[in-house]
């Protein structure tokens, strides 16, 4: 016997999935579900404060110079969205993203005796992070030690590491295939090349998720949003090109980091894994129910973190064309668990985007770069950056505290 | 479906039976063995011993999954849904619609997420794509039912499915709980509350002290009836009183 939901029940008009833009977004807030909005008003208005009043800012050069300054952090900050995602914490991100670092530079070391083409030795530095996530998942996943306190551990862990390896202060990259990682620009017609490629991609994917749509009968919500971003999108991308043409061209790291947006977009938002990572990180005994193996789930979120400090390490590397002392020290740490918070990513859990790590990161960096070029010191500059994370955090905690009201 | 098993002291022989499309309510005193009773069913708990007839034929069942592939659904007190998730989201928590390479197969989840809502007549969510945090109480307890019909279960156990929740909620729920048996499931209701049992059930199971003591037709008993059952109020007009030791009801 098997039901038939439509048989034996009188016809209902249900209410329409479907409702104004307005209403949505107002139900959206009114849910605690704040998304990006509030990241890339801040955004809006530093970019227009800047430009006013830092006689530099608004200029191809220095557009492309914050985009290879903040590409390896943006890059470990999409790890982080992910374990925020479920919940957890990973401290442990710059300093593995450090052994990555040295791990590239010792690998493709010439006259070491095991000299690797540019690509293996980031293939192996990457898959060390891999490695690294994947035992400090499994101790917090298997046995049940808090996230704080494992990769506390390895902060401090990988940090001897890097400085028991690197005995004489640094280590020269003279590879060019892993120096093109951070200083690699695309010629112009390359970067047109890109754009067009990029608009496709976005414009085919909208088009067959409507198609898609249609042939289930499913309506499709805000017809003009969708045709917003049809155009939008492409626009952006082409104007971007446009900036870093006239400068050197389009940086390898900025593909590099809108390629990790896009790929880990589609992860989290389109397949059961990403769905299990949001019904963990929402509710964790829900999942376990539901027969979603949360365990498997921590230890891959904390794979992929240690896969992007990896990747993010040998880009902060490379930009320096050496791998010293330093590597994954410094604000690293902070500023991609800040960029990832301040985004918009939920502390608690469940809620947030990778795109969001994008976004904060933009904002840290522009804030960094636009007060330099006004003459402030890192003292000031570390003091906004700490108050608009504690803003970012505080939003987050008062939306949680209304989401729950509105429940009732 | 009959079970009966003898176990140290949760259960001792209970028998339990429910059909397609009747509501059977199981009631009793804290402790009387409800939970028990309904943790074996669904596979949590292994039985010590006792037999399991599904559709008159002898079955084991061993895990939850089991249970779940034999059509049996439990919709727990606690909800068991994620917050942060929408409605077509929950549905198909840890079932998720998806082709050969992971991908989630959005529309085929949606259309028969709003399929089965409409069938189930939940009119009052306004959009199957609202987050789950956003619905009422009663909103929610329909989408963790509606859940479990999703999936085509022949059996759904729900565990105080009114417990907190005010009037007209309770009357949705208890709606729907009438709506599933009309459509040919066999439903269990856990419930504390006589007034919510007395207006959708069609037969009463009775636990005490780890055995099942009655099971009375709906139509032919009264409530006054069945807390002298569930309490032992007047044992002498309870059925299979006789059969408990005087010790061992103190």
């Given at each position: 016997?098997?039901?038939?939901?439509?048989?034996?029940?009188?016809?209902?008009?249900?209410?329409?999935?479907?409702?104004?833009?307005?209403?949505?977004?107002?139900?959206?807030?009114?849910?605690?579900?704040?998304?990006?909005?509030?990241?890339?008003?801040?955004?809006?208005?530093?970019?227009?404060?800047?430009?006013?009043?830092?006689?530099?800012?608004?200029?191809?050069?220095?557009?492309?110079?914050?985009?290879?300054?903040?590409?390896?952090?943006?890059?470990?900050?999409?790890g982080?969205?992910?374990?925020?995602?479920?919940?957890?914490?990973?401290?442990?991100?710059?300093?593995?993203?450090g052994?990555?670092?040295?791990?590239?530079?010792?690998?493709?070391?010439?006259?070491?005796?095991?000299?690797?083409?540019?690509?293996?030795?980031?293939?192996?530095?990457?898959?060390?992070?891999?490695?690294?996530?994947?035992?400090?998942?499994s101790?917090?996943?298997?046995?049940?030690?808090?996230?704080?306190?494992?990769?506390?551990?390895?902060?401090?862990?990988?940090q001897?590491?890097?400085?028991?390896?690197?005995?004489?202060?640094?280590?020269v990259?003279?590879?060019?295939?892993?120096?093109?990682?951070?200083?690699?620009f695309?010629?112009?017609?390359?970067?047109?090349?890109?754009?067009?490629?990029?608009?496709?991609?976005?414009?085919?994917?909208?088009?067959?998720?409507?198609?898609?749509?249609?042939?289930?009968?499913?309506?499709?919500?805000?017809?003009?949003?969708?045709?917003?971003?049809?155009?939008?999108?492409?626009?952006?991308?082409?104007?971007?090109?446009?900036?870093?043409?006239?400068?050197?061209?389009?940086?390898?790291?900025?593909?590099l980091?809108?390629?990790?947006?896009?790929?880990?977009?589609?992860?989290?938002?389109?397949?059961?894994?990403?769905?299990?990572?949001?019904?963990?990180?929402?509710?964790?005994?829900?999942?376990?129910?539901?027969?979603?193996?949360?365990?498997?789930?921590?230890?891959?979120?904390?794979?992929?973190?240690?896969?992007?400090?990896?990747?993010?390490g040998?880009?902060?590397?490379?930009?320096?064309?050496?791998?010293?002392?330093?590597?994954?020290?410094?604000?690293?740490?902070?500023?991609?668990?800040?960029?990832?918070?301040?985004?918009?990513?939920?502390?608690?859990?469940?809620?947030?985007?990778?795109?969001?790590?994008?976004?904060?990161?933009?904002?840290?960096?522009?804030?960094?770069?636009?007060?330099n070029?006004?003459?402030?010191?890192?003292?000031?500059?570390?003091?906004?950056?700490?108050?608009?994370?504690?803003?970012?955090?505080?939003?987050?905690?008062?939306?949680?505290?209304?989401?729950?009201?509105?429940?009732r | 479906?009959?079970?009966?098993?003898?176990?140290?002291?949760?259960?001792?022989?209970?028998?339990?039976?429910v059909?397609?499309?009747?509501?059977?309510?199981?009631?009793?005193?804290?402790?009387?063995?409800?939970?028990?009773?309904?943790?074996?069913?669904?596979?949590?708990?292994?039985?010590?011993?006792?037999?399991?007839?599904?559709?008159?034929?002898?079955?084991?069942?061993?895990?939850?999954?089991?249970?779940?592939?034999?059509?049996i659904?439990?919709?727990?007190?606690?909800?068991?849904?994620?917050?942060?998730?929408?409605?077509?989201?929950?549905?198909?928590?840890?079932?998720?619609?998806?082709?050969?390479?992971?991908?989630?197969?959005?529309?085929?989840?949606?259309?028969?997420?709003?399929?089965?809502?409409?069938?189930?007549?939940?009119?009052?969510?306004?959009?199957?794509?609202?987050?789950?945090?956003?619905?009422?109480?009663?909103?929610?307890?329909?989408?963790a039912?509606?859940?479990?019909?999703?999936?085509?279960?022949?059996?759904?156990?729900?565990?105080?499915?009114?417990?907190?929740?005010?009037?007209?909620?309770?009357?949705?729920?208890?709606?729907?709980?009438?709506?599933?048996?009309?459509?040919?499931?066999?439903?269990?209701?856990?419930?504390?509350?006589?007034?919510?049992?007395?207006?959708?059930?069609?037969?009463?199971?009775?636990?005490?002290?780890?055995?099942?003591?009655?099971?009375?037709?709906?139509?032919?008993?009264?409530?006054?009836?069945?807390?002298?059952?569930?309490?032992?109020?007047?044992?002498?007009?309870?059925?299979?009183?006789?059969?408990?030791?005087?010790?061992?009801?103190?």
């Amino acid at each position: 016997m098997s039901i038939n939901p439509t048989a034996a029940v009188p016809e209902i008009e249900i209410a329409p999935p479907h409702e104004p833009l307005g209403q949505r977004i107002w139900e959206n807030l009114r849910g605690g579900n704040l998304g990006s909005a509030p990241v890339i008003l801040a955004l809006g208005i530093m970019v227009l404060v800047f430009g006013l009043t830092a006689s530099n800012f608004f200029s191809a050069v220095n557009f492309n110079n914050i985009i290879t300054q903040m590409a390896g952090t943006t890059l470990l900050a999409y790890g982080i969205v992910f374990v925020l995602l479920i919940g957890e914490i990973d401290l442990s991100v710059s300093y593995v993203s450090g052994v990555a670092g040295v791990l590239v530079a010792e690998l493709q070391l010439p006259g070491s005796g095991h000299k690797l083409p540019g690509l293996l030795a980031i293939l192996l530095a990457i898959l060390g992070g891999v490695a690294i996530g994947a035992g400090q998942g499994s101790i917090i996943a298997l046995i049940g030690v808090p996230s704080f306190v494992v990769t506390l551990a390895g902060f401090e862990i990988w940090q001897g590491v890097i400085q028991r390896t690197i005995t004489q202060g640094v280590v020269v990259i003279q590879d060019n295939t892993i120096n093109d990682t951070a200083n690699y620009f695309f010629s112009t017609l390359g970067g047109w090349i890109i754009a067009a490629v990029v608009s496709a991609f976005y414009i085919g994917g909208v088009l067959s998720s409507v198609y898609s749509n249609r042939r289930h009968d499913v309506p499709i919500r805000d017809p003009w949003l969708v045709a917003a971003k049809v155009v939008a999108l492409p626009v952006i991308v082409f104007g971007t090109v446009a900036i870093c043409n006239h400068d050197r061209g389009v940086p390898f790291a900025l593909l590099l980091v809108i390629a990790m947006l896009l790929i880990w977009t589609y992860v989290s938002k389109r397949t059961t894994f990403g769905r299990h990572v949001y019904a963990v990180g929402g509710n964790a005994e829900a999942a376990r129910r539901a027969g979603i193996n949360v365990a498997r789930i921590r230890i891959l979120v904390f794979m992929i973190s240690g896969a992007m400090s990896g990747l993010g390490g040998i880009v902060l590397v490379a930009r320096l064309n050496s791998a010293d002392l330093n590597a994954g020290g410094g604000t690293l740490l902070i500023d991609a668990i800040a960029a990832a918070v301040i985004g918009g990513t939920s502390l608690f859990g469940g809620r947030g985007e990778v795109r969001n790590a994008l976004f904060g990161s933009l904002v840290i960096a522009v804030i960094a770069n636009g007060m330099n070029t006004l003459g402030y010191t890192t003292g000031i500059i570390f003091i906004v950056t700490g108050i608009i994370l504690l803003l970012a955090v505080t939003l987050d905690t008062i939306f949680r505290r209304l989401q729950a009201r509105s429940g009732r | 479906m009959s079970k009966s098993f003898g176990s140290v002291q949760a259960l001792i022989d209970v028998d339990f039976e429910v059909r397609d499309g009747e509501v059977m309510a199981l009631v009793g005193d804290n402790g009387a063995g409800k939970s028990t009773l309904i943790k074996c069913i669904a596979g949590i708990h292994p039985a010590d011993s006792g037999e399991i007839f599904f559709d008159g034929e002898p079955v084991t069942i061993h895990g939850p999954k089991d249970a779940v592939s034999l059509g049996i659904e439990v919709v727990y007190q606690d909800l068991a849904l994620c917050d942060n998730l929408d409605v077509v989201q929950n549905m198909y928590l840890g079932r998720e619609a998806h082709d050969q390479f992971q991908r989630l197969k959005e529309p085929v989840m949606e259309a028969k997420t709003a399929e089965v809502m409409k069938g189930l007549a939940v009119t009052t969510i306004k959009s199957i794509r609202q987050t789950v945090a956003t619905l009422s109480g009663g909103q929610r307890q329909s989408v963790a039912v509606a859940r479990a019909v999703l999936w085509n279960s022949r059996v759904v156990i729900l565990d105080e499915p009114t417990a907190a929740l005010g009037v007209a909620q309770t009357r949705q729920v208890l709606d729907l709980v009438a709506r599933l048996a009309e459509q040919g499931l066999a439903v269990v209701l856990i419930s504390h509350n006589l007034h919510d049992i007395f207006e959708v059930a069609t037969r009463i199971t009775v636990l005490r002290l780890g055995r099942s003591i009655a099971v009375y037709e709906r139509e032919k008993t009264t409530q006054q009836e069945v807390v002298e059952a569930i309490t032992a109020g007047t044992t002498s007009k309870v059925p299979g009183m006789a059969r408990i030791a005087p010790e061992e009801l103190t």
